[in-house]
Every structure is written in C-alpha cells, then in structure tokens.
C-alpha cells in the first residue's frame, strides 16, 4: 500500500499508459531477450557440437565467425547512432513546428520504440556470441553456427525494419498524420469517458438524465485489479440531504498535473468508512504541493474517525489518484483539444501563416465536439449501491470544450482568409446536431461570430459578455450550412 506521503498508480489503465509513455522500456526489453537468447542459442551449440547441421548455418572458422560478428557489431553502432540522431532532429522539428505536447505521439510509437531496440538488440546480440566463439581452426575451434546465422538473421530484420522506420518517421511529421493521431486518441478517451448513449441501453451500462442525473459507481474489484470503470448514471426525484462541512482534508504529497482518478474504487473506500470525497479539481488541472485534493467528511450520523484512522484513510485516498508532471489523455479529453488548438494557434501565428493547417485542425476538432455535442456530460456525482453519494469529482462541461476549442482559434484566426468561415460553418453544424441542453452555448457563439464577422470588431474572450444579436438564419434548424466563399463571392479552398 502506499504511504501517507505518496500517490500511487491509481489503476491498471494507469500503469499501461505510463508503460506505454515510457520510451527506454522496450529498447531495455529488447536487450534482456537478445543477451539470453544468445546464451541460449550457445548453449545449444555446445550440446550439439560435432554434430554437423544444415547448411543454412554458417559455415566458416572461428577466425571469419569471429570476423563477422565484428563487422555486425561496428555497423549495427553506427546504424543505432543514425537512428537515434534522426529521432531526436524530428523530435526538435516536431516541437518548434507544431507543438511541444505532441511529442508523447513519437514517443508512444511502436515503430520507433521497436526499431531503436531492434538495433540495439542486435549490437548485443552479435557481442554476447562473439564471447562464446573460441579456438582457431588449427587448435580445438568452437564455433557457435545456430548463434552466428541467427545473428545474420537479426542484420537482415534491422535493415528492413529501417526501412519501415524511414517510411514511419516520414509520415509522422506530416501535419495531417499528427491531427489524425491525436483525433484518433481523443476519440478513444470520448468513448471511455463519455459512452455513447442508444435508445434500448445505454454504453456501459449508464442511463442518462439531463437534469438530475449524478453517477453510481458499478461494484467491481480492487483498483490493483481493474480498471476504473464508468459509474452508471441514475435519475433521482429529490436532491439528497445537504452533507456538513469537511472533518478533514486530504493534501497533494507533491506538485504535478491529477492525470488519473479511480472512481469506483474511491466510492467502495468511502462507503467502507462511511465517507463522502470531494476532489477539489479536475482531471489535468495543477496543484501545487501540500494544497487540498480532498476534502472528506463524514456521512450523516456516522463518526469522526481518529488520527490513526485517518492516516489509514488517507493513504487508501492517495493510492487511488496518480499525478505526473503533464496531463496525459488517459482520462482527459480536454489534452486533446488543447493539443489540437496548439496545433491551430502556432499555423495562425505571423511566423507561420499557414491558415489551412489551422482548418484542418478544425476539421478534427469539428468532429470531436459534434460527438460529444450528441451526448450527455457526466455530473460527477458518484453514488454507492445504496443511493449514497460518495464522491463528487468536478468536470468539464460542453461549454469548456467549445471555449477551447472555438474561442482562442477565434481570437487568433479572427482576421484569417479562411478561419471565420469555418467557425461560422463549425457552430452551425452543432446547432443542427447537439442536444437541446448545449445549445445555449453555441448559439452564443454564433452571436458573437456573427456579429463581429459583419461588424469587424475586436474578438471577444470566452465566457464575455456576449452581443444579443440574432442567431444567422443559415444557423438555424433546417437551414443549410454556410457555404465557405471567399472575398468576391469565390468558394475557398
């Protein structure tokens, strides 16, 4: 169990993100399997030794396998070196071009993590085998033939998995294949976290009720064994008896970014000890070191528990959240709209000038909120089998996501050739797809676009003061979409 002064894995979603983040893991596998491979395959040498073989094996003497093994292993340095300087210059490129919080795309990539090791393994492999090759061909030679042939094999696997790597990293600095990416990993976290809603039952067994509905933590096993899963959401008539205020608070042991939240397991840990957690911020915000990230109370008619019971408790509390030094999309979908803004407001920069990258950025951000826009948000509200609420975690609301996403592109790309049309295009397309409950928001928009598009003023910051002027007639339901035209009446490319 963790300590009091530290914050675990939360889960085992979280220990596989974080594997999968980690870029030395696989270059260190890949090592520990070519060293007892070779041992292996050594091993086996000397039992079949004098035995012959095929002829497939390597043929020559002690002196040309010591030869060759020497020549795999100056080439195969020299080859990781290459590879490793290539990374790293499109990495440099990558994070000056686009943007410093896409570079976990590259360093999540299997290709680049399985070449580097590959390579790597390789070196290693023909080191570990060069040791077993003895004796010259006059005086009682051993030659390892199944190692050095397997070796042979391995040169061959790294000059076309190179080739794979070059085609890879190509296509991996092209804009469009990083908004692809990050789209694609939005789309997961929205289907995790915000499951689709069908008319027979709902995604991962949760209901939805815009207006009272609060979350109910499924019953499953400890958070060491599972998954934190989606609690279902439950319609209640009345609003629950109003809890007192905190007994006590749980504090952050270090500063770092709240990247993960176990939720159920939190909910069983507080109806264990007959509690209510409040988290006091949002997955992927900051805080600081020694700060409140908890604050727990007591359920009403249940005891205060003592110091010691309290350190138990709180130590329970910390295991179930993990915090990192930056967000991560595990549990954040808002990463990846920042992640795609980033993207848009370095294109709309004057140093770059590049308005039709910041559409495409559009493009993926238009899809992602015309998802979410068709469900309902979850309430944060977590209750236990008995109707209790337990834990109130706060969220990100549609409207969090649209200023985002639509209000600091506004704000650069106001005065851009293509970028007004767009928005315009985006919001309208919401107001025919989104729920009733986030149309306030788009409307709003709309307004204020609309508005300032005709009027020429200055773009207004999100959540300001917004004009009152009538939602645009191509806006409204059943209206066509705005053509996107240029100056003179002329269609936009």
Not at 111 to 122: D, E, H, K, N, Q
Not at 306 to 328: F, K, N, S, V
Not at 383 to 407: E, H, I, M, N
Request: charged content about 20%.
């Amino acid at each position: 169990m963790s300590g009091p002064g530290r914050i675990g894995y939360a889960s085992w979603s979280r220990l596989r993100d974080t594997v999968q983040s980690t870029f030395w893991l696989v270059p260190a596998a890949c090592v520990v399997i070519s060293i007892a491979l070779a041992i292996g395959l050594t091993a086996l040498d000397h039992s079949l030794a004098g035995r012959g073989g095929g002829s497939f094996l390597f043929p020559g003497p002690p002196e040309a396998a010591r030869a060759f093994l020497s020549a795999i292993t100056g080439a195969m340095i020299s080859f990781t070196g290459l590879v490793f300087s290539i990374t790293i210059v499109v990495l440099q490129l990558t994070s000056g071009q686009f943007s410093p919080r896409v570079l976990r795309i590259f360093l999540r990539d299997r290709t680049v993590r399985y070449a580097l090791g590959i390579f790597i393994a390789t070196f290693v492999f023909a080191m570990v085998v060069q040791r077993a090759v003895l004796g010259t061909s006059a005086h009682e030679g051993f030659v390892p033939r199944i190692a050095v042939s397997v070796a042979f094999g391995f040169v061959l696997a790294s000059v076309g998995l190179f080739i794979g790597y070059l085609a890879r990293i190509s296509n991996m600095i092209r804009v469009s294949t990083i908004l692809a990416e990050i789209g694609a990993e939005a789309r997961s976290t929205l289907d995790r976290r915000y499951p689709a809603e069908t008319d027979s039952e709902p995604a991962n067994g949760q209901t939805a009720a815009p207006e009272t509905g609060r979350e109910r933590a499924i019953p499953q096993a400890t958070a060491e064994e599972t998954e934190p899963a989606l609690p279902e959401t439950v319609a209640e008539e009345t609003e629950p008896e109003p809890a007192p205020g905190p007994a006590w608070t749980v504090a952050a042991p270090r500063a770092g970014v709240v990247v993960s939240v176990n939720e159920s397991a939190l909910v069983r840990l507080a109806a264990e000890a007959s509690l209510e957690l409040k988290l006091t911020l949002r997955v992927g915000d900051f805080l600081p070191a020694n700060a409140t990230l908890f604050a727990v109370s007591p359920a009403p008619g249940s005891q205060r528990p003592d110091p010691d019971r309290r350190r138990e408790l709180q130590a329970e509390i910390l295991a179930h959240l993990a915090q990192d030094h930056e967000r991560t999309t595990e549990q954040d979908l808002a990463f990846s709209f920042r992640q795609l803004v980033d993207i848009i407001e370095r294109a709309l920069s004057p140093a770059v000038n590049d308005p039709t990258t910041a559409c495409q950025g559009l493009d993926v951000l238009h899809d992602l909120l015309r998802q979410l826009g068709s469900r309902h948000l979850p309430t944060g509200r977590w209750l236990d089998d008995d109707g209790v609420l337990r834990l109130t975690v706060p969220q990100y609301s549609y409207a969090d996501f649209l200023d985002l996403a639509v209000g600091e592109v506004w704000h650069y790309g106001s005065d851009a050739a293509q970028v007004p049309a767009r928005l315009v295009s985006l919001l309208a397309d919401l107001n025919h797809s989104a729920l009733p409950v986030h149309l306030d928001v788009v409307r709003r928009w709309a307004r204020t676009i609309g508005a300032e598009t005709t009027q020429g003023a200055t773009p207004l910051a999100p959540n300001s003061a917004l004009p009152g002027n009538p939602l645009p007639a191509s806006a409204l339901p059943g209206s066509p979409l705005p053509a996107q035209t240029g100056g003179e009446g002329k269609p936009r490319i």
